[in-house]
T-cell receptor
């Protein structure tokens, strides 16, 4: 069945470092792809999405490009901040459901 | 406007007891989803409702789990004869319509602990 695999955390970086969180997926057809974020003490919220191959989703300085050839949707940010510390979930949609990866916890040190 | 609300925020119950978890979706949202977030397991889809259509129950882990949505609004997730492995955070989400192109808005979750 469809699935999402993302790098295991926790990932610890210093402020202003470059961030990559890898995500690959297995799916039939061409699902929409998402990154959701869960900040400490808050609910899960959509960070960005891409609905077709080569689309780039972006928000709050984060970007991810839908790569059909490598079935990937890696999350990147050029300069992270302490406030980016959170758990990040890669996800895809299938039959009106969202299938999530296991999440990657990100710690940003000042 | 109010977001998705869930109650209770925390629930501790003894093994074997039944529990009910409640979700109030955003007004006007026709799709409602339940997920389970277990340590190290990410978010696991349980069930979703879309309008008056029959719910998609394909993610429910056993027949001890059931959910209903009354009047197309409030939903209740019921777990009968709880087991320790049911301990998790149960998340509810709603969207205008079902489908990936419609953003899902999540509630804060109910943390269930089965002792």
């Amino acid at each position: 069945g469809d699935s999402v695999t993302q790098m295991e955390g926790p990932v610890t970086l210093s402020e202003e470092a470059f961030l990559t969180i890898n995500c690959t997926y297995t799916a039939t057809g061409y699902p929409s792809l998402f990154w959701y974020v869960q900040y400490p003490g808050e609910g899960l919220q959509l960070l960005l999405k891409a609905t077709k191959a080569d689309d780039k989703g972006s928000n709050k300085g984060f970007e991810a490009t839908y790569r059909k050839e490598t079935t990937s949707f890696h999350l990147e940010k050029g300069s992270v901040q302490v406030s980016d510390s959170a758990v990040y979930f890669c996800a895809l949609d299938r039959d009106d459901k969202i299938i999530f990866g296991k999440g990657t916890r990100l710690h940003i040190l000042p | 406007g109010a977001g998705v609300s869930q109650s209770p925020s925390n629930k501790v119950t003894e093994k074997g007891k039944d529990v009910e978890l409640r979700c109030d979706p955003i007004s006007g949202h026709t799709a409602l989803y339940w997920y389970r977030q277990s340590l190290g397991q990410g978010l696991e889809f349980l069930i979703y409702f879309q309008g008056n259509s029959a719910p998609d129950k394909s993610g429910l882990p056993s027949d001890r789990f059931s959910a209903e949505r009354t009047g197309g609004s409030v939903s209740t997730l019921t777990i009968q004869r709880t087991q320790q492995e049911d301990s998790a955070v149960y998340l509810c989400a709603s969207s205008i319509l079902a489908g990936g192109r419609y953003e899902q808005y999540f509630g804060p979750g109910t943390r269930l602990t089965v002792t």
